[in-house]
């Protein structure tokens, strides 16, 4: 009788142990693994950054003044990323959004600005008229991003009024953001307008007028297709590293982004004989640049013109 009550026991025991190692090594484990994918997946959806161009609209048109940043923020970044996503279901509503940031009650700068540098990321040119008036904003913020946003939508009837903006009577800023708006836009009727820029150098330049100026103003016209002595030249020294010792506020990582911007521009130009020009200058980068990125660029510029 004892014995069958000590196997009883013992295997009482072997079942308590059995359990508790099953309890110990798979439940309490599977138990925090369950857990925390259910706290991810609440976490991720309370924080998730809405993609929905609908929603992001209705935080603007009634969402606080964080909402409406972070909605704006966030269409800027997908239309900028992939301008297919934009539809012209959007337009009104947007145009309805930016009035109410100007109208004397619901005033808010920050959204006004927000909403111009949308129309420019929208690819859509339904925008033009209205950027165009903003040119006119007192604030110097709102113009500089109109002149910008022009650019972006390549708004040719924009050009007469972004080519008044290279008067000496504009500040250094916009006539920065105008140089490169003209390039981009395209009208070939800006090229006397450019070249006039240049030459104005140096006896008509404004001491604020910065060489940047000059720089933007090659480019824009390398953008057009035009190429005189005086823009190969410029565009020659921004290919050069020595040239940049004279402007000791240029950091390296400027001067990086400037030679990859203007190889930029040169591998998307299509006629090759444009490049000539600028062969020896991009042979060096692409043999001898220290810049990984620097050199890859050039590269491929260099065997275009070696085909």
């Keep these: 009788m004892s014995d069958?009550?000590?196997?009883?026991?013992?295997?009482?025991?072997?079942?308590?142990?059995?359990?508790?190692?099953?309890?110990?090594?798979?439940?309490?484990?599977?138990?925090?693994?369950?857990?925390?994918?259910?706290?991810?997946?609440?976490?991720?959806?309370?924080?998730?950054?809405?993609?929905?161009?609908?929603?992001?609209?209705?935080?603007?048109?009634?969402?606080?003044?964080?909402?409406?940043?972070?909605?704006?923020?966030?269409?800027?970044?997908?239309?900028?990323?992939?301008?297919?996503?934009?539809?012209?279901?959007?337009?009104?509503r947007i145009i309805k959004i930016h009035n109410m940031s100007k109208s004397e009650y619901l005033k808010d700068n920050t959204l006004r600005l927000h909403t111009i540098m949308i129309?420019?990321?929208?690819?859509?040119?339904?925008?033009?008229?209205?950027?165009?008036?903003?040119?006119?904003?007192?604030?110097?913020?709102?113009?500089?991003?109109?002149?910008?946003a022009l650019g972006k939508l390549k708004y040719t009837n924009a050009s007469i009024e972004i080519n008044n903006f290279l008067s000496s009577n504009n500040s250094f800023l916009e006539k920065l953001a105008a140089t490169g708006t003209l390039g981009n836009i395209g009208n070939k009727d800006a090229i006397p307008t450019l070249v006039e820029l240049i030459n104005r150098w140096p006896s008509n330049w404004l001491e604020s007028d910065g060489p940047e100026l000059r720089w933007e103003a090659a480019l824009a016209l390398l953008k057009l297709g035009y190429v005189d002595d005086k823009t190969k030249k410029i565009i020659n020294n921004l290919l050069n590293r020595d040239y940049y010792q004279s402007y000791n506020e240029l950091d390296e990582n400027t001067i990086n982004f400037v030679i990859l911007k203007i190889l930029n521009i040169l591998f998307s130009i299509e006629q090759s004989q444009l490049l000539i020009s600028f062969s020896k200058s991009i042979e060096i980068l692409a043999m001898e640049d220290p810049n990984l990125e620097v050199r890859n660029y050039a590269k491929k510029i260099d065997n275009i013109l070696k085909k």
């Design 4 to 92: 069958i009550k000590n196997k009883e026991q013992s295997l009482d025991q072997e079942s308590s142990r059995i359990y508790s190692l099953f309890y110990s090594f798979f439940l309490i484990p599977l138990m925090i693994v369950v857990f925390g994918i259910l706290f991810y997946l609440l976490f991720a959806v309370i924080t998730e950054e809405p993609t929905d161009i609908d929603q992001l609209l209705i935080k603007l048109e009634t969402g606080s003044t964080r909402d409406k940043a972070n909605a704006s923020y966030r269409m800027n970044k997908l239309f900028f990323n992939d301008p297919e996503i934009y539809n012209s279901s959007y337009t009104n």
């Design 119 to 148: 129309m420019g990321n929208s690819n859509d040119t339904t925008f033009g008229p209205i950027l165009i008036d903003e040119l006119k904003a007192q604030n110097e913020e709102f113009r500089i991003k109109s002149i910008e």
